[in-house]
């Protein structure tokens, strides 16, 4: 396959970071650093700006102030570093009366890849749908819709990957495959930054744990550290 250019490390550098909506800060001044190898999960309440934060920096929504660099490279600016992003967002972006295979070959060409059949027919398989392949999308459940978006945003292998709120509407059985898929994920040469509004099952998972309030991260710390800061622990005990 083609592969996309890659960068080193995978790592996500925030500096100063504002975003408004009708003269409001939704992010305020924010600075936040995930490292190659790091899995860490974005809590906060409703409206704490999280959807936000990723739209902006999976380039989808532009910043007002601030600086981001994914590896060594400033984006929005530079189109080599976007493409080693991986977003599931809210909405899964699907043609619905399309196929799920269709669906896929067709984002296969937009990143100009090579093989896009034996890619598509691997991302499928890993997906667990193959034998829902020539079903029309809107015919999916949620958690078929997940794995189809999961399956997408990992079809150029990018080292950066951006989940928001990915377990909402997940019955059990595709919340359980989430949760291993992501085990997965988490590896050295990848950071992974998740949107989650009640993390606890995924502190078994993640490496790290950011908090996300009043437009700034107010506490960034390893998983193993969360027993240190009685206030970041309450807060996840108040929205279990």
């Known amino acids: 396959m083609k592969r996309?250019?890659?960068?080193?490390?995978?790592?996500i550098n925030i500096r100063g970071l504002v975003k408004r909506y009708h003269?409001?800060?939704?992010?305020?001044?924010l600075s936040l650093t995930?490292?190659?190898?790091?899995?860490?999960?974005?809590?906060?309440?409703?409206?704490?700006?999280?959807?936000?934060?990723?739209?902006?920096?999976?380039?989808?929504?532009?910043?007002?102030?601030?600086?981001?660099?994914?590896?060594?490279?400033?984006?929005?600016?530079?189109?080599?570093?976007?493409?080693?992003i991986g977003y599931v967002g809210h909405q899964s972006m699907f043609y619905q009366d399309l196929t799920a295979v269709e669906n896929l070959r067709h984002y296969a060409r937009l990143y100009q890849l090579d093989?896009?059949?034996?890619?598509?027919?691997?991302?499928?398989?890993t997906a667990?749908?193959?034998?829902?392949?020539?079903?029309p999308v809107r015919?999916?459940?949620?958690?078929?819709?997940?794995?189809?978006?999961?399956?997408?945003?990992?079809?150029h292998q990018p080292s950066i990957l951006l989940f928001d709120e990915p377990y909402t509407g997940l019955d059990q059985e595709a919340a359980r495959f989430l949760d291993a898929k992501l085990g997965e994920l988490h590896s050295p040469g990848r950071a992974i930054l998740l949107a989650?509004?009640?993390?606890?099952?995924?502190?078994?998972?993640?490496?790290?744990?950011?908090?996300?309030?009043?437009?700034?991260?107010?506490?960034?710390?390893?998983?193993?550290?969360?027993s240190q800061t009685p206030e970041l622990e309450a807060y996840l005990q108040e929205i279990t």
Request: proline fraction near 5%.
């Open 34 to 84: 995930i490292n190659d190898g790091d899995f860490c999960v974005l809590v906060g309440a409703n409206g704490a700006g999280k959807t936000t934060l990723l739209r902006v920096l999976a380039s989808l929504v532009r910043a007002d102030a601030g600086e981001i660099r994914i590896g060594n490279e400033i984006i929005p600016s530079n189109p080599r570093s976007r493409s080693n």
């Open 115 to 125: 093989h896009i059949d034996q890619i598509v027919t691997r991302s499928l398989q």
């Open 196 to 226: 989650a509004h009640r993390p606890q099952r995924l502190l078994t998972i993640a490496s790290h744990i950011a908090w996300l309030k009043e437009g700034k991260i107010i506490q960034h710390l390893p998983v193993s550290h969360l």
């Open 139 to 155: 015919v999916f459940s949620r958690g078929m819709q997940q794995r189809l978006s999961l399956a997408r945003a990992l079809l």
């Open 23 to 29: 003269y409001r800060p939704v992010l305020n001044d």
């Open 128 to 135: 667990g749908l193959v034998s829902h392949q020539e079903k």
């Open 4 to 11: 996309l250019p890659e960068i080193s490390p995978a790592e």
